[in-house]
């Protein structure tokens, strides 16, 4: 499975961007899927993600009530909105899928990553 994540860029503090995370390979039917972000110079942090049997999702605390994680299994395709966002949601943001269906936060519970796409939030 290789991932592409996309839809990063630059905006306004309070603006929004809607990232996508593609998968190709092989179709993603089974897997979780979820968002992780690294800020400049911190370890990279779970942000959100969405189980494939019901599209339940789970989010971290700073992502519940701003971001809106999503995904079209017809297209392998998983989506992150993110509104209002702050100067400190500038990240680079990451995209992985995991081989099971559990809504895991840490890092070490997907086996598959997309290359990362810059958030930059203005002041």
């Known amino acids: 499975v290789q991932l592409q994540a996309y839809g990063g860029g630059m905006v306004q503090a309070g603006g929004s961007l809607r990232l996508s995370c593609a998968a190709s390979?092989?179709?993603?039917?089974?897997?979780?899927m979820a968002w992780f972000r690294q800020c400049p110079g911190k370890e990279r942090e779970f942000v959100a993600a969405?189980?494939?049997?019901?599209?339940?999702?789970y989010y971290g605390d700073y992502a519940k009530g701003r971001f809106t994680i999503a995904r079209d299994n017809a297209k392998n395709t998983a989506y992150l909105q993110m509104n209002r966002l702050k100067p400190e949601d500038t990240a680079v943001y990451y995209c992985?899928?995991?081989?099971?269906?559990?809504?895991?936060?840490?890092?070490?519970?997907?086996?598959?990553w997309g290359q990362g796409t810059l958030v930059t939030v203005s002041s």
């Open positions: 992985a899928a995991g081989v099971h269906d559990s809504l895991v936060v840490s890092s070490e519970g997907y086996d598959y």
């Open positions: 390979g092989r179709t993603f039917s089974g897997y979780v």
């Open positions: 969405i189980a494939w049997s019901d599209g339940s999702p």
